[in-house]
C-alpha cells in the first residue's frame, strides 16, 4: 500500500494548525485566571471576604502551621514548629528565588 506524501502533508498541517489554536487557547486562559481579580465582592459574605483576602496573603501555610502547632501540640512545641516552618520557607524562597534567576 503506497502513501501520498502530499495527503500526508496536508494532514500534518491541519493538525498543527490545530495544536497552535488550542495552544493560543489554553495560554489565554491561563492567563485570564492568573490575573487577579481586584473588584471587591458587593454583597458577599463577611466570612467568605475574609477567606478570599486570607487566602491571598503570601504567609497563609506560616499562619495555619501555627495555628496547628498551637492548637495540637501546645503553645511550647508551637514554637519549635513555627521556627522550622519559618526557616523553611524562607529556605524554599530563597532556593527559587536564585534558581529562577
Given at each position: ?97 536564585v534558581f529562577?534567576?
Amino acid at each position: 500500500m503506497k502513501h501520498d506524501p502530499l495527503r500526508h502533508q496536508q494532514h500534518r498541517v491541519i493538525i498543527l494548525e490545530r495544536m497552535a489554536m488550542s495552544r493560543a487557547q489554553l495560554l489565554s486562559a491561563n492567563l485570564a485566571l492568573r490575573t487577579p481579580s481586584r473588584h471587591p465582592i458587593k454583597g458577599g459574605l463577611p466570612a467568605v471576604n475574609v477567606m478570599s483576602s486570607l487566602a491571598d496573603t503570601p504567609y497563609v501555610a506560616l499562619l495555619l502551621a501555627a495555628g496547628v502547632a498551637a492548637a495540637l501540640l501546645g503553645p511550647r512545641k508551637a514554637i519549635g514548629t513555627l521556627a522550622r516552618t519559618s526557616v523553611m520557607a524562607w529556605l524554599t524562597r530563597s532556593a527559587r528565588s536564585v534558581f529562577q534567576h
